[in-house]
């Protein structure tokens, strides 16, 4: 049964720092890999898709990476802003499936 | 920019009732999905929809749960008689061809 864990559960920086928020997954035969952010109380937006064929996905201050062999995604943030302050969730679609499994997700407060 | 709907966005119903959500997803897309999120823990699968009929369903999609696509832009998810373990949020989602899945708004709802 797919996992899916991020780490850290929750991040306070302060504005401007690039930072780094992480993915692990349990079986590595996935068939892509989002990332959302979702505000208090709202939906999910999603940021990128990698594939599984794709190394990295890039839309401007983020860039998301995944190792599928070793089960691993990160999505860094470049020039963090309080704008940027949510939830991120990482979800993976399973490979013989069609559902996606999501992470519990990773607090992100960015402060002025 | 095409986005998916939901309706209503708050939905309070009595223990043992029937609900219906209602979603209309993006106009040219092929694969359907509902999801929820009970306060505080993970998005969950409940159960994708492809070709007018279910793909795929989680073990938390029991009898009491049925989807349907009535025409061409409505996709509903019905409970039939509700527990107050089935208060979530509620959220539809669709996809072109099992790619990014885009997301409505949710629908939050309170079981008493």
């Known amino acids: 049964k797919q996992e899916v864990t991020q780490i850290p559960a929750a991040l306070s920086v302060p504005e401007g720092e690039n930072l780094v928020l992480n993915c692990s997954f349990t079986d590595s035969a996935i068939y892509n890999l989002q990332w959302f952010r979702q505000d208090p109380g709202k939906g999910l937006t999603s940021l990128l898709l990698i594939q599984s064929s794709q190394r990295e996905q890039t839309s401007g201050r983020l860039n998301a990476s995944l190792d599928k062999s070793s089960g691993r995604s990160t999505l860094y943030i470049a020039a963090s802003q309080p704008g940027d302050s949510a939830t991120y969730l990482c979800?993976?679609?399973?490979?013989?499936?069609?559902?996606?499994?999501f992470g519990a997700g990773t607090i992100l407060r960015v402060k002025s | 920019e095409p986005e998916v709907t939901q309706t209503p966005s708050h939905q309070v119903t009595q223990m043992g009732q029937e609900v219906i959500l209602r979603c209309v997803p993006i106009s040219n897309h092929l694969y359907f999905y509902w999801y929820r999120q009970i306060l505080g823990q993970k998005v969950e699968f409940l159960v994708s929809f492809y070709n007018n009929e279910i793909s795929e369903k989680s073990e938390i999609f029991d009898d009491q749960f049925s989807v349907e696509r009535p025409d061409g832009s409505n996709f509903t998810l019905k409970i039939r008689s509700t527990k107050l373990e089935d208060s979530a949020m509620y959220f539809c989602?669709?996809?072109?061809?099992?790619?990014?899945?885009?997301f409505g708004p949710g629908t939050r709802l309170t079981v008493l």
């Open positions: 979800a993976v679609m399973v490979e013989y499936g069609n559902k996606l499994v």
């Open positions: 989602a669709s996809t072109l061809i099992r790619n990014e899945q885009f």
